[in-house]
Every structure is written in structure tokens, then in C-alpha cells.
């Protein structure tokens, strides 16, 4: 009888990728007023201070466009829709 060498087999490895981030921007637009637009974002977006909804209400208007929430996709998708649904001009949710 002869001794078999033990068979190896290469092992598979598995590369995991997080979960992209997506953004959440805000867009100008010539209807909704700088008060609608920063209430809005303390309304909706975790953890919004008056004073940061403030600068990035006034960076949509003066720069066109703000990031107001970089995140997971599901709440993101959440803060989308809360922030559509109040007449605010959005961009469609960006992966990061």
C-alpha cells in the first residue's frame, strides 16, 4: 500500500466590498426660499444644527448645488424622498 500526499486545494478567498456611500444633494431651484429650504434640512436630516443648515442652504444657492447627508443607501434614499416630498429640488442620489 503506498501513502497517498493529502490533496490541497487552493483556498478561495473572498474580497468584501463595503457598501458604497451615497450623497444627498440639494439643488437651486427659483421657488423654494432659503427659510423653507433650511427648515427642511433640520427637519429631515440627522443631526442638522440651524447654524449648518444655514451654510449649506446658502451654498445651494450661491454654488448651485450642496451635499446635505453622506451616508448608507437605505436612510439615504429616506432623506431623498422626505426632502423631494417637501418641494426641494434634488439631485439623483450619488454612490461616493
Given amino acids: 500500500m503506498t501513502a497517498s500526499s493529502p490533496v490541497l486545494t487552493p483556498e478561495k478567498s473572498t474580497t468584501r466590498k463595503p457598501y458604497p456611500n451615497f450623497k444627498v444633494i440639494v439643488l437651486n431651484d427659483d421657488f423654494n426660499t432659503f427659510e423653507h429650504v433650511a427648515r427642511c434640512l433640520l427637519k429631515y436630516i440627522p443631526g ?39 418641494g426641494l429640488t434634488m439631485a439623483p442620489l450619488e454612490p461616493v
Fill in 48 to 86: 442638522m444644527t440651524e447654524s449648518r443648515a444655514w451654510q449649506l442652504t446658502e451654498q445651494v444657492h450661491f454654488q448651485g448645488q450642496a451635499t446635505v447627508w453622506i451616508g448608507p443607501q437605505e436612510p439615504a434614499e429616506l432623506y431623498h424622498q422626505q426632502l423631494s416630498r417637501e
